[in-house]
C-alpha cells in the first residue's frame, strides 16, 4: 500500500498548482483520500477530503474557493488543485486514505511522503 504526492514547487502568489495523489497495492476506488498540509513547529492540518463517491468535506475554511478536490479512480490517483494561492499556503502537502472523510484523522491509515508548495514572490 503506498501513496505518491506529487505536483508540488514554487509559484507566485494568485498563481495555482495541481498536486497529484498516486495510490498504488490498492484499489482507490474503495476509500476516501484527503489532503492535509503542515508546516515546521505548527500541527498538521486538515484541506480537503473525497468520499469513494465523490463527496467532498473542506476541513479548512481558509481554501474554501479556492482549492478543490477531485479523484479518477480508473488512474487511481486523486487531486488537489490550488488557486489564488496564497504565502499562507506555503506548507507540505500530503495525502491519505480513510474509510470515511466525517472521522477523525486518526483513522487516516496510510500517508504519501509529502510534497513541497512555497507560495513566495
Known amino acids: 500500500v503506498q501513496l505518491q504526492a506529487s505536483g508540488g514547487g514554487l509559484v507566485q502568489p494568485g498563481g495555482s498548482l495541481r498536486l497529484s495523489c498516486a495510490a498504488t497495492?490498492?484499489?482507490?476506488?474503495?476509500?476516501?483520500i484527503g489532503w492535509f498540509r503542515q508546516v515546521p513547529g505548527k500541527e498538521r492540518e486538515g484541506v480537503l477530503c473525497?468520499?469513494?463517491?465523490?463527496?467532498?468535506?473542506t476541513y479548512a475554511d481558509s481554501v474554501k474557493g479556492r482549492f478543490t478536490i477531485a479523484r479518477d479512480n480508473a488512474k487511481n490517483t486523486a487531486y488537489l488543485q490550488m488557486n489564488s494561492l496564497k504565502p499562507e499556503d506555503t506548507a507540505v502537502y500530503y495525502c491519505?486514505?480513510?474509510?470515511?472523510?466525517?472521522?477523525?484523522?486518526?483513522?487516516?491509515?496510510?500517508w504519501g511522503q509529502g510534497t513541497q508548495v512555497t507560495v513566495s514572490s
Open positions: 491519505a486514505r480513510t474509510k470515511f472523510c466525517g472521522g477523525s484523522y486518526g483513522l487516516f491509515d496510510a
Open positions: 497495492g490498492f484499489s482507490l476506488d474503495s476509500y476516501a
Open positions: 473525497i468520499s469513494s463517491g465523490g463527496g467532498t468535506t
